[in-house]
């Protein structure tokens, strides 16, 4: 079955430090990876997909996210946080045909 | 197009009840998904249903059941609650084909007593 990991659980950091929030998958076929946010109090969002084609894709508010397929990873960027970017963060995958999380990552930005 | 929406939003039941919770998918989605949200065990794939018909399963007991109407509205329900049922509920819909983009709703939070 698939697995996805996040290693970071909590990641503290000041407006505009950079951000790099790893996740790594278990299985070695085809995937549809994402990116998704769930800022307090609200539901979750998209933040960017990858599909197929470059492996290098952008999302909202900044956000990008690269697959690299050698280490089964999908990496979530910015180059500069904002205090509005505070908010839980969840890798998934889609494989076996469901989308399976990984256990998010809290983001604390401090102004 | 209105999202995902869910009702209730919250619900408060006491061990042993059943609860069924309702999801209307986004206009022109044929398939839901339904996901448990613990603190503890984050976010688990529940079933999804396409077509009025379930698709695929989670590793979840049978307590844990759902249904597709033919206007793509779903439910799910949860018999003889425990304690540890305690969880946001989220429900998520997309267009039906496999690995398409899953939109969530906000939840329906539930607590067991």
């Known amino acids: 079955a698939q697995s996805v990991s996040q290693h970071n659980h909590h990641v503290i950091l000041s407006e505009a430090a950079s951000l790099e929030l790893g996740c790594n998958y278990s299985?070695?076929?085809?995937?549809?990876l994402f990116w998704y946010v769930q800022y307090p109090g609200q539901h979750l969002q998209l933040l960017l997909k990858y599909f197929s084609g470059d492996p290098l894709v952008k999302g909202i508010k900044g956000f990008e996210a690269e697959f690299i397929k050698s280490k089964f990873s999908f990496n979530l960027r910015k180059p500069s946080v904002q205090w509005s970017d505070t908010a839980e963060y969840f890798c998934a995958v889609n494989s076996d045909e469901k989308l399976t999380f990984g256990t998010g990552t809290r983001l604390t930005i401090i102004p | 197009k209105a999202g995902v929406t869910q009702t209730p939003r919250y619900l408060i039941k006491t061990r042993g009840q059943q609860v069924t919770l309702s999801c209307s998918p986004i206009?022109?989605?044929?398939?839901v998904s339904w996901y448990q949200q613990t603190p503890g065990q984050g976010l688990q794939f529940l079933f999804e249903?396409?077509?009025?018909?379930?698709?695929n399963k989670g590793n979840f007991p049978g307590r844990f059941s759902g249904r597709q109407f033919s206007n793509s509205r779903s439910e799910m329900n949860v018999s003889t609650l425990e304690l540890g049922d305690s969880a946001l509920y989220l429900c998520?819909?997309?267009?039906?084909?496999?690995?398409?983009?899953?939109?969530f709703g906000p939840g329906t939070r539930l607590l067991v007593l």
């Open positions: 206009s022109g989605h044929r398939s």
């Open positions: 249903y396409f077509s009025e018909t379930q698709r």
């Open positions: 998520a819909s997309s267009l039906g084909h496999h690995k398409e983009t899953q939109y």
């Open positions: 299985y070695g076929g085809t995937v549809n």
